[in-house]
Every structure is written in C-alpha cells, then in structure tokens.
C-alpha cells in the first residue's frame, strides 16, 4: 500500500485510536495546562488529518452514490418511454400490407377482381398481425369447457341442451394473454 492509499480501519479500531488520542490530550494537558506540548500538536494534527480523511471518503462516496442514482433514474425513464420499441416495429410491416392492400384494390379494374384481391389482402394481413402478435407473446386465451374465472369474464347465461352448467357457451369478445399475464380477459356466456 502506498503512502497517499487511506487505510481500511473498521469502525472500533478507529474508535479505539480515537479514545487513545482523547486520552493522550488529557495526560498532556494534566502536565501543563496553560501550554500546548509537541504530543497534542501531534495527536490533534493526526485526529485533523483522520478526519479530514473520513470526510473526503464520505464525499466520494456520497457523490458515486447521486450519480448512480442519476444513472438509473435515466436508464428506468429510458426503459418505459422505449418499452414498445419492438412491438411497434413489427407492427409497421401489418401496417405496410395494409397500404399495399389498398394500392392493389385501386389498381384492378372489374368488380369481381376487386372483391377476390379485397378478401386476399385482408386474409394475408390478419394472419401477419397474427404472427406479429404471437411474436410479441400475445396470444389467445382457450375458450372450451369450463368457466375458468382466472382467465374469462362471463357476462351473461344462457339455456343450452349441448352444454353443461359453467360450461362457455358462446365467446362474445376474444381475449389475450401477454406472456403469462391477462391481457384483456375474453367475454363469454355460460350454460345455466
């Protein structure tokens, strides 16, 4: 260790150095109390200079401490304002179909043609918002069988011979999961 290095001293040891400093001011001043000895001089000179030594560490650790605080305060706003990065460019590619749906409609010219090319168009771009979805880990909750109220929000009952009660009967709006979380619950009906 060099000579400008502080040394690493636990919470008693300087405790410890500081009684025997305290102590040593004592003895010297019981010898003469009007004057200062060469011993006080020194022992206060050295419990200055540990202070001041003290003192710098905790400033540079307070700063470290505020910076890095900073850091993570921006790294976190970083986070949320950029969360939907991926999401949104995935979706620009559903939405550039979308544009050439519409660029290929205008272009043909019977009313039959348009009607295959509309239904074309359509067919391929939901499948790609589907694919884009699923990528993102959004996927459709399973609506057979029994009511799961973790998972579907029943929003009516209904009288049904080909089903048993509490079981869904019909699914009135889909619903999605994000990754293991509910996204938005599907609303059902369910057999009396």
Not at 49 to 78: G, H, V
Not at 124 to 130: A, E, G, P
């Amino acid at each position: 260790m060099s000579q400008n290095e502080p040394t690493q001293e636990t919470p008693k040891e300087q405790e410890e150095k500081l009684e025997d400093a305290t102590i040593q001011l004592n003895d010297a001043s019981n010898e003469n109390p009007n004057e200062e000895t060469p011993k006080q001089e020194d022992a206060l000179a050295t419990a200055q200079a540990e202070a001041m030594e003290w003192k710098d560490k905790y400033m540079r650790a307070y700063a470290d401490f505020e910076n890095s605080k900073r850091l993570m305060q921006k790294d976190k706003n970083s986070a949320v304002t950029y969360a939907n990065e991926k999401f949104a460019t995935d979706i620009l590619m559903v939405l550039d179909s979308f544009e050439q749906a519409l660029a290929t409609i205008n272009a043909v010219q019977s009313e039959d043609e348009v009607l295959n090319k509309i239904k074309e168009g359509v067919d391929l771009t939901y499948q790609q918002l589907i694919k884009v979805l699923e990528k993102n880990h959004i996927k459709e909750i399973a609506c057979e069988g029994e009511l799961d109220p973790n998972l579907h929000q029943a929003i009516m009952q209904v009288e049904s011979d080909q089903h048993e009660s509490g079981h869904i009967v019909a699914v009135l709006q889909k619903g999605y999961t994000i990754k293991e979380r509910v996204l938005r619950p599907p609303m059902v009906s369910t057999c009396k």
